[in-house]
């Protein structure tokens, strides 16, 4: 199993530009995240989805949209590209699975994204 | 939008030291978790606290979760250069799996 796969993984975008980072996974998982982290510093959530067809703002969603029509995949939109939306950006699921059996937020290895 | 600010931001020690990283909010979890991030990758989860009170630990890391559910501590002994990552205290609120990051605290682990 993959897990969960994000592409591309790294991109640098003008402003004004737009783009699409893919985020797939294979463990059929309900809950979908997606995440961003500036340097150093923690993860906000920017949309969530519980299902497919369902997705919610999340902490910081403006200047996103993301859809969810399957449950392997949730992209995530960004619409004229800003420097404030430079950052790494995290998808995740959350569900069972992992050696150690417990039901946890798994990650993937994230897009680093620049906007000049 | 729930707050967890975690202290220190910053620690750099030497290996063999001892050190706490802390956890704090004003609201309350159904469960905490911690994770461990090192560059380029996501974060990996560590452990899951889920009753006031709780101690867990895992090898040389203990983890508390505080009496009120709103705040929880990381304890490391004799640390090792492998400790060295970002660690980030997320909590559940309980509504739909949305887990409330920290502010994370980097860690230095120099021989």
């Known amino acids: 199993n993959a897990g969960v796969t994000q592409t591309p993984k790294f991109r640098i975008l003008k402003i004004g530009q737009s783009m699409t980072l893919q985020c797939a996974q294979d463990m059929n998982h309900n809950y979908m995240y997606w995440y961003r982290q500036d340097p150093g510093m923690g993860l906000k959530l920017i949309y969530y989805s519980v299902g497919a067809g369902i997705t919610d703002k999340g902490e910081v969603p403006n200047g996103y949209n993301v859809s969810r029509s399957t449950t392997e995949d949730f992209p995530l939109r960004l619409e004229l590209a800003a420097p404030s939306q430079t950052s790494v950006y995290f998808c995740?699921?959350?569900?069972?699975?992992?050696?150690?059996?417990?039901?946890?937020?798994?990650f993937g290895s994230g897009t680093q994204l620049s906007v000049l | 939008t729930q707050l967890l600010e975690q202290s220190p931001q910053f620690l750099s020690i030497q290996e063999g030291e001892n050190l706490t990283v802390y956890c704090n909010s004003s609201?309350?979890?159904?469960?905490l978790q911690w994770y461990r991030q090192e560059p380029g990758e996501g974060p990996v989860l560590l452990v899951t606290?889920?009753?006031?009170?709780e101690v867990k630990k895992l090898k040389r890391l203990t983890f508390q979760f505080g009496d009120a559910r709103k705040d929880s501590s990381l304890h490391i002994t004799a640390a090792q250069t492998g400790d060295t990552g970002l660690y980030l205290c997320a909590g559940d609120t309980g509504g739909g799996n949305k887990l409330t990051f920290g502010t994370g605290t980097q860690l230095k682990v120099e021989l």
């Open positions: 606290v889920v009753t006031g009170g």
């Open positions: 609201s309350v979890f159904s469960s």
């Open positions: 995740a699921t959350f569900g069972w699975g992992g050696a150690a059996g417990s039901e946890k937020l798994f």
